[in-house]
Structures are given as structure tokens and as C-alpha cells.
């Protein structure tokens, strides 16, 4: 009897989480090297990655995913598997071949992931009166920073909508004319707006990297800044090019009953339920 209602009261007392975390061996490694392209990215520092964990043992699968100025290699291993030994084997393995990447990457970060079941929450934004464009910087700058304030939420992904950027569009004739190059107009911008990941502009009609400038105090503070030339003289970058403000190509949409909407969904933290 005493058995029973002891038993009884633990299962009453039992917590209860709709989103239980899950330690499933996954680890990941994060390259970023600012302002470089995918191509490159693959070639110099993802394939590299990829071969020096290759030989860990217990591995699944390994998942690479190449962006502008970023690398993030996912390696599944074998349900099982000792998820910190894991994780301390990659670094390692990572540590070893350290050499090898660009000089300029930023430091690798190896990490586990962990999974806390998915989103919490996912909403939709519409509104007759407002864009898709405003109502993505009101998700980004209103709704996801009071989230990220609220205890628990870890992370607020927003779905579809688009992105605020500022475009650089160079001339190939000017760049002739000046003697300088568009990967030289770049580093040169890169070190305007470091903390920025990479972008795109079009020169020449070809679809090229070039810095995405998001944190410029203004346009005009962008178009004025001086290029330095390969003869020590400088030039407002606007005489390069076209220095616009706008926004990014969509790269997803989101639709709600056939119309277009912006969503946002809210993760929670790890641990907290």
C-alpha cells in the first residue's frame, strides 16, 4: 500500500513538457570568413572540414550548408554515441587542420546542437496598410526583439519576408578608368562595416560579393566614403558605382490562405520548460 501511494504521488508530481529537449549526438561546425562566396568557401575551408572528421568513428552522415561569408558543416553520429566525446573529437579534429584554412576566417566554433522540439510558437503577420517590406523590419526590430526580452526564448526565426539592404552596384568602365578592381573596392568596404555578412551587387550584369551594408549610419556616409586607389589617391566610392538603399532578392516567401504574410516562430532555451 505504502508502495502504491508512493508510487501514486511521483506520478502526479512528474513534470510535464510539451517541448522535452533531446540529446541526440550532433555537432556543428561554424566557419565565417566575411565578404567571401560561396564557391570559395566550399573549396577553401568546407571540403577541408569535411575530410578532418571523416575519419571519426560512429559517424552517420555529415551535412554541409555554404552561404555569402559563411560555412556550417553538421555532423549526425550514430544514435549512442557519447555526445561530449563527440564533440571534443571534432574540435580536435578541427584544431589539427586550423592551419590550413584562410588566415582572415574567423575562428571555427564547434558546438552541439541541441534540440529543444521545434518552435514554441509561429505566427503570421498582414496588414492592409503595410508592405512586406515593413512588415519584415517590424518582426525584425519590434516583435523579435521583445521575444528575445521575454524569459525562456532562446532564439526567433522570422519566415519569408525580405531583407534591408544597401547595394553596391559597380561600374566595370569606372573601375577600368580608376585602375582598381571590385575585390579591392570590397576589402576596402569590408573594413567599413566589418561586423556585416556578405552580399551581393551587379557588375556587369553578373550577379557578384560584395559587402550587404546594413548598419551604415546613412547612404550618404556610404557614398562618400574614400576608396583608396592603387596610386595612394582616393575617391568617393560613389564614383564607382551606384551606392542605393533597398532591399535584398526574396529568397523565400510565406503565404497565408493564397496571401502573402510574414511569419516568425519563437524556440524556446534549452533546459527551460
Not at 563527440?86 to 584554412?101: E, H, K, S
Not at 568596404?189 to 560584395?210: A, D, H, K, M, Y
Not at 550587404?212 to 546613412?218: A, I, M, R
Amino acid at each position: 500500500m505504502i508502495m502504491a501511494l508512493v508510487g501514486l504521488f511521483s506520478f502526479t508530481t512528474l513534470g510535464i513538457d510539451n517541448s522535452p529537449n533531446l540529446d541526440i549526438p550532433i555537432v556543428q561546425v561554424i566557419v565565417n570568413q566575411r565578404g567571401t562566396s560561396p564557391t570559395e568557401l566550399e573549396t577553401q575551408v568546407t571540403k577541408k572540414i569535411e575530410d578532418a572528421v571523416a575519419g571519426l568513428g560512429d559517424i552517420d552522415e555529415i551535412i554541409s550548408n555554404v552561404g555569402d561569408g559563411f560555412s556550417n558543416t553538421t555532423i549526425n553520429f550514430v544514435l549512442g554515441t557519447d555526445t561530449n566525446q563527440a564533440t571534443n573529437d571534432v574540435r580536435d579534429a578541427v584544431n589539427q587542420i586550423r592551419q590550413d584554412l584562410p588566415e582572415d576566417v574567423d575562428e571555427p566554433i564547434v558546438r552541439q546542437l541541441k534540440l529543444a522540439g521545434g518552435s514554441i510558437i509561429t505566427y503570421s503577420v498582414s496588414s492592409d496598410q503595410r508592405s512586406v517590406e515593413e512588415l519584415s523590419d517590424f518582426v525584425d526590430r519590434k516583435v523579435a526583439r521583445a521575444l528575445l526580452n521575454v524569459e525562456g526564448v532562446a532564439q526567433v526565426n522570422r519566415i519569408g519576408g525580405i531583407d534591408r539592404e544597401i547595394r553596391v552596384d559597380l561600374d566595370p568602365n569606372r573601375l577600368l578608368a580608376y585602375g582598381i578592381t571590385a575585390t579591392q573596392v570590397n576589402e576596402q568596404i569590408r573594413n567599413f562595416n566589418i561586423n556585416l555578412p556578405g552580399g551581393r551587387s551587379e557588375i556587369g550584369g553578373t550577379e557578384q560579393n560584395v559587402r550587404t551594408l546594413g548598419s551604415t549610419k546613412s547612404v550618404q556616409d556610404l557614398r562618400s566614403y574614400p576608396i583608396t586607389l592603387p596610386n595612394g589617391d582616393t575617391v568617393p566610392l560613389i564614383n564607382l558605382g551606384e551606392v542605393e538603399d533597398g532591399y535584398d532578392d526574396p529568397r523565400e516567401s510565406a503565404y497565408l490562405n493564397g496571401q502573402p504574410v510574414v511569419g516568425f516562430s519563437a524556440f524556446v532555451a534549452v533546459a527551460v520548460s
